[in-house]
């Protein structure tokens, strides 16, 4: 490949996480020119990507200006965006939505009409939103729909485009006089440090764009005191050059006896300081992001804000500490115990939290896989997660749906007979819909009968309920077919039986967990998701 366009116009976090395909990308297409279109506000965090070709920006505040004022032709604000395209070149070998926002979608489909190849989702001549396959799907419907994913955002895009990670440390730009000046800093702490051990440097970036995803102050007082009492490690504030920040880090460094070693870094600066410290710890930010580039070990906390299946890092043993909200009590007991876990200096068997809940970065067959370490866990929802993430890689791949490990739990007798149920309904429905669909005519009565089935189908869709996956599958090949149903009756009947195939994939899936769960209490279990069918 010669020529690569990536479309991005999401916020910072996202655009960084683009790093992990552009690595990928360029692992596999050395020579490739890698393009990268994002909004002017995430011009600066793209060029930090030191495997792009070119950033090219959008100034989307301009063209807003130049299209609602009145003393301005609306041309002038197309002109504009066109003149921001006339860097590119005229065609690409392959262009990727990494969005999947309108603007994204357009361009997609703008940007593709004389390339090779596409991946994503883009709007087709109907002006209908068309997908490159069925990860595409799972990216941009199956993902979105619920609060959680079965596959996090960098597996996906890379399924999309069909290229595997590259799991390698992504290539950043840094600053060397930053690199140096750190260095210095970094050489008078471990001079004076009175520890006989090697002093390892944390990092603690707290804060974000929002207060509900910030560590509270009482909590990193406590965290901070706890981390000077270890001779062994030396915390380090990390804070974005803003008031908000400025003020907060004020407070804490206050509280603290004014002993507190900050540090005030832009993107560029952030890159040079993150190579030299030991670990991170951090709320969902940009600054995680750029961490899990550069593989730092990190732990990051998240409050539920933002769903961690979803962008949680990808570098194998990170850790994820979730809390309910960011009032939760022990939270800088919790936060200390699982830093000490990842830096080996606290075992598996001893490591007993509070209030939180601890995730570990791992990888599998099936690609980067959260497992649960120790904490809070309603065990039906971790079932429940290793059940969708094999049934939605088998059917966005095509292949049989491969069998996980699931151990034996209270909840499952529950969960296998929520989902038969489920399966029952579902399959009257589809037949219904097979029975209705030769009568069907365009002012016939029977329409508000098929419409009505049709309806049916999707009020199951719940994220308890596994045969959403196929449901949502399904239901992007009806859009496609949403402008004339009446003409496209043979291609929504094979989509009926498609539909029919996937949903019976997924009910011989789960009676293959009845079946062969091993004591008697699993045999017993088993006959009874059996019994219902």
């Known amino acids: 490949m010669k020529n690569i366009l990536i479309i991005n116009l999401r916020k910072l976090g996202d655009v960084f996480t683009t790093g992990h395909l552009i690595t990928s990308l360029k692992a596999k297409y050395p020579s490739a020119k890698i393009h990268f279109l994002v909004y002017k506000e995430s011009e600066n965090a793209a060029a ?30 197309i002109e504009t965006l066109l003149d921001t395209f006339s860097v590119l070149p005229e065609t690409f070998d392959l262009v990727i939505n990494h969005s999947n926002d309108l603007v994204a979608t357009l361009l997609t489909a703008y940007f593709s009409e004389n390339s090779t190849d596409w991946a994503g989702i883009r709007f087709n001549s109907k ?64 001079s004076e440090n009175l520890s006989t051990s090697e002093l390892k440097f944390i990092g603690i970036s707290p804060f974000s764009s929002s207060d509900s995803k910030d560590i509270p102050l009482g909590c990193l007082e406590e965290l901070f005191s706890q981390i000077y009492d270890d001779l062994n490690l030396f915390p380090i504030l990390i804070i974005a050059p803003s008031a908000k920040e400025r003020m907060a880090a004020e407070e804490l460094n206050k509280r603290l006896g004014n002993g507190l070693v900050t540090v005030e870094a832009d993107f560029l600066a952030t890159t040079s300081i993150l190579q030299q410290i030991n670990f991170l710890v951090t709320c969902d930010s940009s600054i995680k992001h750029l961490a899990d580039l550069n593989k730092v070990p990190l732990l990051e906390i998240n409050y539920g804000v933002t769903s961690f299946s979803k962008q949680g890092p990808s570098s194998k043993n990170s850790l994820i500490l979730c809390f309910n909200s960011n009032q939760a009590l022990s939270q800088s007991q919790d936060i200390y115990a699982s830093m000490k876990f990842s830096l080996d200096a606290i075992p598996h068997e001893h490591l007993h939290l509070g209030n939180g809940a601890l995730f570990r970065t791992t990888c599998d067959s099936l690609g980067t896989k959260y497992e649960h370490v120790t904490g809070l866990l309603k065990i039906e929802q971790q079932v429940r997660y290793e059940m969708g993430r094999a049934i939605a890689f088998g059917l966005c791949n095509n292949v049989d749906i491969p069998r996980p490990h699931i151990a034996f739990c209270t909840g499952l007798e529950e969960i ?118």
């Open 48 to 77: 930090l990507l030191a495997d792009i070709f070119q950033v090219v920006a959008i100034d989307r505040k301009k063209m807003a200006t130049l299209g609602s004022k009145k003393i301005f032709n609306k041309a002038f604000s």
């Open 127 to 190: 002006d209908i939103v068309e997908y490159s396959g069925n990860w595409s799907v799972a990216y941009n419907d199956l993902s979105s729909e619920f609060a959680n994913s079965y596959f996090n955002y960098v597996d996906l895009i890379h399924k999309i485009v069909g290229i595997p990670p590259s799991r390698q440390r992504s290539r950043l730009k840094d600053s060397q006089s930053h690199t140096k000046a750190w260095d210095g800093v970094l050489n008078k702490i471990r």
């Open 416 to 533: 296998l007979r929520t989902q038969a149920n489920s399966f029952q309904f579902i399959l009257k429905s589809i037949l219904h819909l097979l029975r209705e669909l030769p009568e069907l005519e365009t002012k016939n009565k029977r329409c508000e009968t098929f419409i009505s089935e049709l309806s049916a189908l999707f009020t199951n869709l719940s994220e308890d309920n596994l045969f959403s996956i196929p449901l949502i599958i399904w239901r992007t090949q009806l859009s496609l077919l949403s402008d004339n149903l009446f003409d496209n009756r043979k291609l929504f009947e094979k989509s009926i039986f498609e539909l029919k195939n996937n949903c019976l994939k997924v009910d011989n899936f789960l009676r293959s967990i009845a079946n062969n769960l091993d004591q008697q209490q699993e045999a017993d279990l088993g006959r009874k998701y059996l019994s219902v069918l």
